[in-house]
């Protein structure tokens, strides 16, 4: 695949409209945005032996590296014209040390201040 996988909780309302947006601003078309729903349990098992997909956010990158959380929005910023000069901010060399435990307060949090809605396939 010539696209960047981008693995989301499609269950998530903040989930769901971070990507709407991003989506909207990838006018290269080069992520595929794909719901942790909708992947096997074998591929989640596998997965989850790293870190579980529901936690974080994941992606799986066109040389074949896995991001996760942090580093993916940081790599998702970078790919987007738009999102640059932000992307460049997150990779100085403090960045990741706030980053990281901020990604971790939200993505704990996230159910509890936006809820869960249930994920229907189209």
């Not at 909780?9 to 078309?29: F, I």
């Not at 790293?50 to 040389?63: F, H, S």
């Not at 942090?70 to 990779?91: C, W």
Request: proline share 6%.
């Amino acid at each position: 695949m010539n696209k960047h996988i981008v693995f989301f909780d499609a269950e998530c309302p903040l989930c769901r409209t971070v990507k709407a947006v991003l989506k909207s601003l990838d006018w290269n078309n080069t992520i595929f945005w794909y719901p942790v729903q909708e992947l096997s349990d074998s591929i989640k098992e596998r997965a989850n032996n790293y870190k579980n997909m529901y936690d974080e956010i994941y992606m799986y990158t066109k040389d074949n590296r896995i991001l996760t959380g942090f580093n993916t929005v940081r790599k998702i910023l970078s790919l987007l014209p738009a999102t640059i000069p932000l992307a460049l901010l997150l990779y100085l060399p403090f960045a990741q040390k706030i980053g990281d435990p901020a990604y971790r307060f939200i993505s704990t949090r996230r159910y509890k201040w936006f809820g869960r809605v249930p994920y229907n396939k189209l």
